[in-house]
């Protein structure tokens, strides 16, 4: 990767003296970017390009050659690769479009290109890509002519014009780039590679990614992990509202679109999620310019009312919190600011506000040991000189180990005042809540840095050799679903508890084995054919003797048969009635990720409450415990309003065993637990159900 970032020579292959062409604009780009190594333009047909000796082809350059950035036409691009690997050169970055995304001819293409690279053991960035710039290298070998400002971002996208508009962005904001790298079509090199690299990137603080689609997705998930232990990533990945989720049969399925998995994987590997790329720019301004705060604290200066409520709103759908000023803190404001100021938090410094009064303020809050991070807020009132106020924060608010950022709130009068903060590396917006979502971020990364959570995961023993009989039967059968005997059979396997059951075919045997359970029990069809028993009216709770049994028997046999005519019953199942909170447990799979685990508020509204999230296994310990956190119902298990607390220790060990239940057997596609019964502490967790589904055969 070295020989990507820092070459110590570069050949332009498809150089040209046509101003118009990306082989001309390339090399003028490197030639200008003040390039410190060798430049090697090669050309068949010329002998000079741009004030360099241009060389017919990569064997003909007498020296070595690191790096080659290839500007000829796709077909040409195969032969180019081989030429490369017999000069010895390290990476190739390919610019040229007309592969994958053309279809199926372009996609052969691009596998050549990838065969040749790994025949020589070359790494190529691309095809279809803006190529690459390291500022820190004096390097722009893109053919984009913005040439952003040197600083501490590295930015990788997979869209090249995401990459010009943040280019051009950064000239405007004064944030500073250290590496920008457009991933085109990721033949070889991917974000996680880059990734590996970044993170040891002494010139690189912050990296920002924009994301379409992830080709190794558990590499990704460990690289941004490691790489967001020192460094925050900020991941802009679109494509949220297209239907990922294909038909399944389970609830989970429906549960669990593609994109809800890229955010549990950047949720566990401790990456910061943006939605637009507005949110992006703001959260790069800040992170790249302003140190991490120690806390949550956040005080507010303002000189005006309802931008300080506005902004106190604000705080806490991004996790601030207001700070509470120490008594000194109060005074002093006090003995400074007019009897009508408000010295508590938000600090009001009227209308009439000069900078002085400004800048005292917002010194003394700083000051105080409760405030972790400031929000400078400025209306436009003809009483105030913004360029005055600007000004002012600009001489100290950068200097100081807390964060400040500024909501300069207007448009025309508040611009100018915007801008000179940020030619400052002051991070200022044009909203309240920009600026407290920007700090927000912060204080989430100060968190997850302080507190990542751990790496190794938790892994149970099962008796595999059982499993893999169940599946074999039920294959031979030439089923893919699993009744829910057998699917319990496998939970047991696993040292999942599931209540005492018997399926019976008849009226008196269930009779007798509802009397031998005890009293109440329940009732429930089973049939491999059906996967939502209540909906079909097969299962009955809480029925309480002998003759109910054998009546609810006739009458649920008849029901289930009448609306789904055709269906293999095999009789129906008496459990053990057990008591507790109803949540749900699933697994699904997701191509690049793996096995998804569900976990959520359970039984019949699953799908319209959505109190559900996702992880990706194998689960940590953490994981494991902020699944069971993050649910909105999470108060119900630890008992709200007078309620008994749940055995979530017990929960947890469930989840804990589907995860693995879905490592060990890949064949099972789909998994799902609801109701899983969570008792009162102390008294378990049992599966009521469970459905499990078996990958087709091809
Ligand atoms: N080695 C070196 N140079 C070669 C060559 C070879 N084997 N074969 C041809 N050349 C030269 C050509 O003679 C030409 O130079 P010239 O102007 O002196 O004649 C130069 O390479 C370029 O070839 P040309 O055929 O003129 O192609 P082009 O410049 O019109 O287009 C690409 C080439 C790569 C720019 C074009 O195919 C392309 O892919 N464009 C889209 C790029 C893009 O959008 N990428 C994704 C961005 S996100």
């Not at 604009?25 to 060798?38: A, F, P, Q, T």
């Not at 709103?313 to 000194?328: I, Q, R, Y």
Request: net charge neutral; with cysteine; charged share 25%.
């Amino acid at each position: 990767m070295k020989s990507l970032f820092e070459p110590e020579s570069i050949a332009v292959v498809g150089a040209s003296s046509d101003a118009r062409k990306i082989g001309h604009i390339v090399l003028y780009n490197l030639i200008h970017s003040k390039y410190r190594g060798k430049l090697y333009p090669i050309n068949p047909k010329a002998s000079e390009i741009l004030g360099l000796p241009a060389y017919t082809s990569l064997t003909a350059v007498p020296g070595k050659v690191d790096q080659a950035v290839v500007c000829v036409p796709n077909t040409l691009v195969p032969s180019v690769m081989e030429e490369a690997g017999i000069k010895g050169v390290k990476s190739v970055v390919v610019i040229t479009a007309g592969f994958k995304e053309l279809g199926k001819e372009g996609a052969m293409l691009e596998r050549r290109v990838g065969d040749i690279a790994k025949k020589y053991g070359m790494r190529v960035l691309g095809p279809n890509c803006m190529g690459l710039m390291n500022t820190h290298h004096f390097m722009n070998g893109t053919f984009t002519n913005i040439q952003p400002v040197s600083g501490s971002v590295a930015i990788a996208s997979q869209s090249g014009a995401v990459c010009s508009s943040l280019l051009d962005w950064s000239t405007a904001t004064g944030v500073g780039f250290s590496t920008f790298i457009s991933v085109g079509n990721k033949v070889d090199i991917d974000e996680a590679d880059l990734l590996e690299y970044l993170k040891n990137d002494p010139n690189t603080n912050v990296i920002g990614m924009y994301v379409e689609g992830a080709n190794r997705g558990r590499e990704l998930m460990r690289q941004l992990r490691e790489a967001s232990k020192n460094k925050p990533i900020i991941v802009l990945k679109s494509g949220r509202t297209s239907s990922g989720s294909k038909a399944a049969s389970s609830h989970t399925g429906a549960l669990s679109g593609s994109d809800k998995v890229y955010d549990a994987a950047f949720r566990q590997a401790n990456a910061i999620r943006v939605n637009t790329i507005d949110e992006m720019l703001d959260l790069l301004q800040v992170f790249s310019n302003m140190p991490l705060p120690k806390g949550d604290g956040l005080a507010i200066v303002t000189n005006a009312g309802g931008h300080g409520v506005m902004a106190a709103d604000a705080c806490s759908d991004h996790g601030l919190t207001l700070a509470s000023f120490e008594k000194e803190t109060i005074d002093k404001l006090k003995g400074y600011l007019p009897a009508a100021a408000n010295c508590y938090n938000p600090v009001d410094v009227l209308g009439d506000a000069s900078a002085d009064r400004y800048e005292f303020a917002i010194k003394t809050v700083m000051e105080d040991p409760n405030v972790s991070c400031v929000a400078v807020l400025l209306a436009p009132l003809d009483t105030v000189d913004i360029s005055e106020v600007a000004s002012h924060l600009a001489t100290f608010a950068g200097k100081v180990d807390k964060p400040v950022v500024g909501a300069f709130v207007g448009g025309t009068k508040t611009n100018e005042g915007i801008k000179m903060l940020q030619d400052a590396k002051i991070p200022c917006y044009d909203s309240p809540d920009r600026a407290i979502r920007a700090l927000g971020a912060m204080v989430r990364y100060k968190r997850m840095k302080d507190n990542p959570g751990d790496d190794e995961p938790v892994l149970v023993d099962g008796d595999k050799e059982k499993v893999k009989e169940i599946i074999k039967a039920v294959r031979a059968s030439g089923r893919t679903s699993l009744s829910e005997s057998e699917g319990k059979e496998i939970l047991m396997a696993y040292g999942v508890p599931v209540p005492q059951e018997v399926t019976c075919a008849t009226a008196d045997e269930a009779a007798k084995a509802a009397a031998s359970i005890g009293f109440p029990v329940v009732m429930k069809i089973d049939s491999p054919d059906i996967a939502h028993k209540s909906d079909v009216g097969g299962v009955k709770v809480g029925v309480s003797s002998e003759s109910a049994v054998k009546a609810e028997f006739e009458l649920m046999m008849s029901k289930v048969k009448a609306r789904v005519p055709g269906a293999h019953i095999n009789g129906v199942t008496i459990c053990q009635m057990v008591k507790g909170k109803e949540v749900l447990i699933g697994m699904t799979r997701d191509e690049q990720f793996g096995p998804v685990i569900t976990f959520g508020l359970g039984g019949v509204f699953v799908e319209i409450m959505k109190d559900v999230t996702q992880s990706i296994a194998p689960l940590t310990r953490s994981n494991v415990d902020n699944m069971v956190k993050s649910i909105r119902s999470y108060a119900i298990l630890t008992g709200a309003r007078g309620g008994r607390a749940a055995d979530i220790k017990s929960l947890k060990d469930v989840i804990v065993r589907i995860a693995q239940i879905a490592l060990d057997f890949p064949e099972i596609s789909e998994l799902e637990i609801n109701p899983l019964m969570v008792g009162d502490e102390g008294k378990g967790t049992y599966a009521v159900d469970a459905l499990v589904v078996l990958r087709r055969e091809n």
